[in-house]
Nanobody, 114 residues
Framework: QVQLVESGGGLVQPGGSLRLSCAAS????????MGWYRQAPGKPRELVAT???????NYADSVKGRFTISRDNAKMTVYLQMNSLKPEDTAVYYC????????WGQGTQVTVSS
């Protein structure tokens, strides 16, 4: 079983930056994908970015060029650096751990507002 602990959300002004972290613990596979999804009020959960064990990344078009996902395999941690934040980035951000099925973190709120 895997547990995920997220941190780093908060309130930021448009154009600002935040860095999210997600640490995995428990029985960790060597071949896991980690990533971030988000869910805004009244909308379905959507992909933000994912990264494979060899750091092959995938981004939603809406965040390309602004967000960067990275991972530290030794620490079993994935990061999401978010720059040039926009009000439409406001959502609860969920960490994902994926092998044959998905494990989700508890979510961390990101609010972009002036």
């Amino acid at each position: 079983q895997v547990q995920l602990v997220e941190s780093g959300g908060g309130l930021v002004q448009p154009g600002g930056s935040l860095r999210l972290s997600c640490a995995a613990s428990g029985t960790i596979s060597r071949f896991y994908v980690m990533g971030w999804y988000r869910q805004a009020p009244g909308k379905p959960r959507e992909l933000v970015a994912t990264t494979t064990p060899r750091s092959i990344t995938n981004y939603a078009d809406s965040v390309k060029g602004r967000f960067t996902i990275s991972r530290d395999n030794a620490k079993m941690t994935v990061y999401l650096q978010m720059n040039s934040l926009k009000p439409e980035d406001t959502a609860v951000y969920y960490c994902l751990y994926r092998v044959t099925d998905d494990t989700w973190g508890q979510g961390t709120q990101v609010t972009v507002s002036s």
